[in-house]
């Protein structure tokens, strides 16, 4: 290996430990790997503890929702996050989160998202042929109907 590309890897690891570079997904080997995000939206230092860049992520959906669309594969934890802005919209009366109910669904395009509801997979599936806004509106009443304990929506959509 000639000295340039030595001290070229040396420099890089150094910028990654000292977290002077920005991160797309988890390190290898974490239980979401697969998780990427547009780091045009998130600002996720290299050197962040991945519980931290979790964390990070949930707070930047609880703040902008529409975030939730920039990431692939989200942890069960980013959706949790989602499925809260949606419930307290609806609790606040400020329509159907179409939108987010959007969000939700492209998110599980992916095979790699896990299923935060249980069920919640095969109800998207079933109104796969449906235009956007009717599958919204499905999976809102999905969510309405999903066990209490799971946490999601109690309100009607």
């Given at each position: ?117 249980p069920g ?5 599936i079933e ?31």
């Open positions: 290996m000639p000295l340039i590309d030595t001290v070229s890897d040396l420099l890089s690891r150094a910028s990654r430990a000292l977290g002077l570079e920005t991160v797309d997904s988890f390190p290898p080997g974490h239980a979401y790997a697969r998780t990427r995000w547009n780091k045009a939206y998130f600002d996720i230092a290299s050197d962040m503890k991945p519980d931290a860049i979790e964390g990070t992520l949930c707070e930047a959906i609880a703040n902008t929702p529409l975030v939730f669309g920039e990431i692939l594969n989200p942890t069960p934890r980013m959706q949790r996050a989602l499925l809260a802005i949606i419930e307290q919209r609806l609790r606040r009366g400020h329509g159907a989160p179409l939108d987010l109910a959007q969000l939700l669904a492209a998110a599980y395009r992916s095979p790699h998202t896990v299923e935060t509801v919640l997979r095969q109800a998207i109104t796969a042929r449906f235009e956007p806004q009717v599958q919204a509106n499905a999976l809102l009443a999905f969510l309405a109907d999903a066990p209490a304990a799971f946490g999601v929506i109690e309100a009607r959509a």
